[in-house]
């Protein structure tokens, strides 16, 4: 429970933040042309005119004449109001949030006010540049966001790697990845013509789109001549991953009172096998492990768990030893990390960051755009997260570091998809500026009204889809 309260709060806390800049950033522009702002919420606050919205949009289609919400000082029904300037606060419907400008057509739908005549001060009368740039402040906002916590966080800790050339036990690969012509221990040292200084997960996308890999093999260098086509999706989903660091099975520590300590395992011991079966290295152990645990479905009883939780285990190639794991099925040691002495830290002055800073921004932009072709496939629809899928990319133990490392990625995340020219998000409305400044003629209201509903239910859409997904992960579906 303890770790789902940490990943929430880091969630919590890093789009709040990401929200209220974002929004900032169309009130910074909006109020830099002079257009009045009537409302600046973290999060959505419809629990009134929402109902009304859809009620007079369906009176009419039926012909009635639409009931009005809006109330002046006194509380009588009136289509204009006094402006009293913008009004801040926080929404109870924790799904973004927004910032409401006067004559404009968006998530509100507040189409009274789009029946008065213009007002100097509305976004409506504003030229299309201004509006082109009030549109865009978010996504400026938070890309400006990214590339400003990436710089301090390479200038308070710097970057940590190891070498390639350090990475003596090579790499662990699937059989998909064998069968085209790597093998265990190979160290990576080039992907194309691009060295790789050191090795992070991010490669493997970089190797998806790449036509040849070189590895050090037996001190040796070897050209592997890859697929046409990679999948990037299938090389993550691999068990074992398409290739990860190889990690030499070695105690390094037994937890007290577990089933390590009652099967006598001790530090520097190396577990050699599993119910018949060779461990090579950690990587190999983990993956038996979640084979056993795999087995079991909703219908499995104790009795089945406690069935498949019984193993026997060879220790240093001669003691064999039964035990009975955890319900989570874990032995209770932690395996010695490779590389402890071989870490190099690059450490970047003020002025250096921002250059580095930036550097790494873009490269994450032009990685998660990459990515975003495999969302139009099956299995990439399916791998679409949720509000779930999003806090679990967060630690289980709060780390300043990765915090902002990641609150960084998800800045650049929000920026990306909302330039995406989807009506209802900022993408759509600055289509429509665009289209003004180059054909000079303004879409209609009702044109800008069907489009917002559109990008509403595609939206609202890909939201279930997400969470859905969530869901279904969470019953191993």
Same mark, same amino acid.
């Given at each position: 429970?303890?770790?789902?309260?940490?990943?929430?709060?880091? %969630?919590? *806390?890093a #789009?709040?933040?990401? =929200? !209220?800049?974002?929004?900032?950033?169309? &009130?910074l522009?909006?109020?830099?042309?002079?257009?009045r702002?009537?409302?600046?919420y973290?999060?959505?606050?419809?629990k009134?005119?929402l109902?009304?919205?859809?009620?007079?949009?369906?009176?009419?289609?039926?012909?009635?004449?639409?009931?009005?919400?809006r109330?002046?000082?006194d509380?009588?029904?009136?289509?204009?109001?006094e402006?009293k300037?913008?009004?801040?606060?926080?929404g109870?419907?924790p799904?973004?949030g927004?910032?409401?400008?006067?004559?404009?057509?968006d998530?509100?739908l507040?189409k009274e006010?789009?029946?008065?005549?213009?007002?100097p001060?509305?976004?409506r009368t504003k030229?299309?540049?201004?509006? %082109?740039? *009030?549109? #865009?402040?978010?996504? =400026? !906002?938070?890309?400006l966001?990214?590339? &400003?916590?990436?710089?301090?966080?390479?200038f308070?800790?710097?970057?940590?790697?190891v070498?390639s050339?350090?990475?003596?036990?090579?790499?662990?690969?699937?059989?998909?990845?064998?069968?085209?012509?790597?093998?265990?221990?190979?160290?990576?040292?080039?992907?194309d013509?691009?060295?790789?200084?050191?090795?992070?997960?991010?490669?493997l996308?970089?190797?998806?789109n790449?036509?040849t890999?070189?590895v050090?093999?037996?001190?040796?260098?070897?050209?592997?001549?890859?697929?046409e086509k990679?999948?990037?999706?299938?090389?993550?989903q691999?068990?074992?991953?398409?290739?990860?660091?190889?990690?030499?099975?070695?105690?390094?520590?037994?937890?007290?009172?577990m089933?390590?300590?009652?099967?006598?395992?001790?530090?520097g011991?190396k577990?050699?096998?599993?119910?018949?079966?060779p461990?090579?290295?950690?990587?190999?152990?983990?993956?038996?492990?979640?084979?056993l645990?795999?087995v079991?479905?909703e219908?499995?009883?104790h009795?089945d768990?406690?069935?498949?939780?019984?193993?026997?285990?060879?220790?240093?190639?001669?003691?064999?030893?039964?035990?009975?794991?955890?319900?989570?099925?874990t032995?209770?040691?932690?395996?010695?990390t490779?590389?402890m002495?071989?870490?190099?830290?690059?450490?970047?002055g003020f002025?250096?960051?921002?250059?580095?800073?930036v550097?790494?921004?873009?490269e994450?932009?032009?990685?998660?755009v990459?990515q975003?072709?495999?969302l139009?496939?099956?299995?990439?629809?399916?791998?679409v997260?949720?509000?779930?899928?999003i806090?679990?990319?967060f630690?289980?133990v709060?780390?300043?570091?990765?915090?902002?490392?990641?609150?960084a990625?998800?800045?650049?995340?929000?920026?990306?998809?909302?330039?995406?020219?989807?009506?209802?998000?900022?993408?759509?409305?600055?289509v429509?500026?665009?289209?003004?400044?180059?054909?000079?003629?303004?879409?209609?209201?009702t044109v800008?009204?069907k489009?917002?509903?559109?990008?509403?239910?595609?939206?609202i859409g890909?939201?279930?889809?997400a969470?859905?997904?969530?869901?279904?992960r969470?019953?191993?579906?």
């Open positions: 429970m303890e770790t789902v309260l940490i990943k929430a709060l880091q %969630l919590i *806390i #789009l709040s933040l990401l =929200i !209220v800049l974002h929004e900032g950033g169309h &009130f522009f909006a109020k830099l042309f002079k257009t702002v009537e409302k600046f973290l999060f959505f606050d419809y009134f005119h109902f009304s919205t859809y009620s007079n949009w369906f009176r009419k289609l039926i012909g009635k004449k639409p009931v009005p919400h109330k002046d000082a509380g009588n029904e009136t289509s204009e109001y402006y300037g913008t009004e801040y606060g926080i109870w419907i799904l973004g927004y910032v409401k400008i006067s004559g404009m057509i998530e509100s507040d006010q789009m029946e008065l005549p213009p007002k001060w509305e976004f030229p299309a540049w201004q509006r %082109l740039l *009030i549109m #865009l402040g978010g996504i =400026i !906002v938070n890309f966001t990214a590339f &400003f916590i990436y710089s301090m966080v390479l308070y800790w710097g970057e940590q790697y070498k050339e350090d990475m003596v036990y090579g790499m662990k690969f699937s059989e998909a990845a064998k069968q085209d012509g790597f093998q265990d221990g190979d160290i990576i040292i080039r992907i013509d691009d060295k790789v200084e050191s090795w992070s997960a991010g490669k996308q970089d190797i998806s790449a036509q890999v070189t050090l093999r037996a001190g040796k260098e070897v050209v592997i001549d890859l697929p990679m999948n990037l999706i299938d090389m993550l691999q068990e074992p991953r398409y290739a990860s660091l190889l990690l030499p099975m070695e105690v390094d520590s037994v937890l007290p009172n089933p390590a300590q009652k099967a006598g395992l001790k530090k011991d577990i050699t096998a599993m119910n018949g079966e461990v090579a290295d950690f990587n190999d152990f983990h993956i038996q492990l979640m084979a645990q795999d079991l479905t219908e499995s009883t009795a768990s406690l069935r498949q939780r019984n193993v026997t285990l060879v220790i240093n190639g001669t003691d064999t030893v039964s035990v009975t794991l955890t319900e989570d099925f032995l209770g040691f932690t395996n010695k490779p590389y002495d071989k870490i190099t830290t690059r450490e970047y002025f250096e960051a921002f250059p580095a800073g550097k790494l921004g873009y994450t932009l032009v990685s998660y990459d975003m072709k495999y139009f496939t099956a299995k990439g629809a399916r791998s997260g949720g509000f779930i899928g806090g679990n990319i630690p289980d709060w780390d300043w570091q990765r915090f902002w490392m990641l609150t990625f998800l800045s650049v995340a929000l920026g990306f998809m909302n330039v995406l020219p989807i009506p209802a998000l900022d993408g759509g409305h600055a429509f500026a665009i289209y003004e400044i180059v054909t000079g003629r303004q879409p209609s209201d800008l009204e489009a917002q509903y559109v990008g509403m239910f595609l939206l890909l939201m279930i889809l969470n859905a997904n969530d869901i279904l969470l019953f191993g579906l």
